[in-house]
């Protein structure tokens, strides 16, 4: 039975037809936000950066106008199933878990590790002296054969308890190392990324997107039994909050903010633009790299950026991701206030299996580490 048409047509009638048209507009931008560099249109990353937001939104919608016997819904359900794949860059259900390959076929599986460990909490922001240990005794549990980490921090021997370089070989039985310092300071404090391996690492390369500190990515070739495989370890620009930014984001819309919300809205604005902007040419960057790579690629690391974004859309092409191939559940691996989201990955070739993708909850790092396994077919099969 149809609505009566005094009800069809009313005030509210039309006021949720206009919110849910807009619903569907901004659900659109955020599929169109992974195909247009920020260079070009910086804005459509924000809706991007809310594709689930939308989603869930346009679900809503759908189920309101069931419920009022009106084929409105049918906007958003189209919508919606163009786009009901990106679900899975978010949350992956167990059901589609790839299994262990054919090991007859396949070599021994790899494992490896994506950490951005925040300088192994120098600073003290767990407000607890065991939290380097703690990373510690992680990575010695999990005993991964490559580990990337983001935002290393090291001291020379004049502080051999903040020596992070000759300890994370002895704690990972890892002799191979691939570090690039972005800072250095006083000549004994440095800052940069680094690769582990318990494989010989035959090549390396470097690149500085700015001439003094800031963002880098690094490539280490990696010989493991007659192959060679290229990791690309990458930190993208960050979007660089200040505390009083997390500030206003927490307290927005209660009496404790100090700024008004014009002004800290533009700030965050401000810094999203440059954020979103600097590293879509870093992708870039990468990507023609990736691209003339002579072996098998395996991209991971720290990329600032959600699954729907332009930074993470240009890296994955001709990839595939482990959390999609082999992961279970939500995939978030931000534990900082905002933004509460998968930023961190790991791609790899398409002849590269992964499996026993895992998320690394704890209080050790504002990054949850992420790690899976890796196999490929064996030379001559």
């Keep these: ?112 590790m994506s950490f951005n460990v925040r300088l192994f909490d120098l600073y003290n922001w767990f407000h607890s002296d065991e939290t380097r240990g703690k990373i510690f005794n992680f990575l010695r549990e999990e005993n991964p054969d490559i580990v990337c980490f983001q935002e ?27 570090i690039e310092y972005t800072v250095s300071m006083h000549g004994t404090d440095y800052f940069g990324i680094a690769t582990y391996s318990k494989y010989p690492i035959i090549r390396r390369g470097a690149h500085h997107f700015k001439k003094k500190g ?81 072996y098998r690629v395996i991209v991971c690391g720290d990329f600032n950026d959600t699954p729907s974004s332009y930074a993470v859309h240009t890296l994955a092409k001709d990839l595939k991701d482990a959390f999609r191939e082999s992961g279970v559940g939500f995939g978030k691996t931000y534990s900082g206030p905002f933004p509460s989201f998968r930023i961190d990955y790991i791609f790899h070739d398409k002849k590269i299996k992964s499996f026993d993708f895992s998320t690394h909850h704890g209080e050790l790092s504002d990054h949850y580490p992420i790690s899976c396994k890796l196999s490929w077919r064996r030379p001559g099969l």
């Design 1 to 112: 039975m149809q609505e009566p048409l005094e009800k069809k047509y009313s005030f509210p009638h039309r006021v949720f037809w206009i919110l849910n048209i807009a619903a569907v507009i901004g659900l659109i931008f955020s599929y169109m936000a992974s195909r247009i560099s920020p260079d070009d249109i910086w804005w459509l990353a924000l809706f991007g950066l809310g594709f689930g937001t939308l989603f869930v939104l346009n679900l809503g919608f759908i189920v309101l106008w069931r419920w009022r016997k009106s084929r409105k819904y049918l906007l958003s359900l189209v919508i919606c199933v163009l786009g009901v794949g990106k679900i899975f860059d978010i949350a992956e259900p167990s059901i589609f878990r790839a299994k262990a390959p054919d090991l007859s076929r396949n070599i021994e599986p790899v494992k490896l």
């Design 152 to 178: 290393f921090y090291t001291n020379n021997r004049k502080k051999p308890a903040l020596n992070n370089k000759d300890a994370l070989t002895r704690v990972l039985q890892a002799p191979y190392s691939h």
């Design 214 to 294: 800031g963002n880098v990515f690094i490539y280490s070739d990696i010989k493991i039994g007659e192959d060679t495989i290229r990791v690309f370890n990458v930190h993208l620009e960050s979007i660089r909050f200040r505390k009083e930014d997390y500030k206003f984001i927490e307290n927005l819309g209660k009496d404790e903010v100090e700024q008004d919300e014009l002004t800290g809205g533009l700030n965050i604005l401000r810094r999203l633009k440059h954020a979103y902007q600097k590293r879509a040419q870093q992708v870039d960057l990468i990507y023609d790299e990736i691209r003339k790579s002579p």
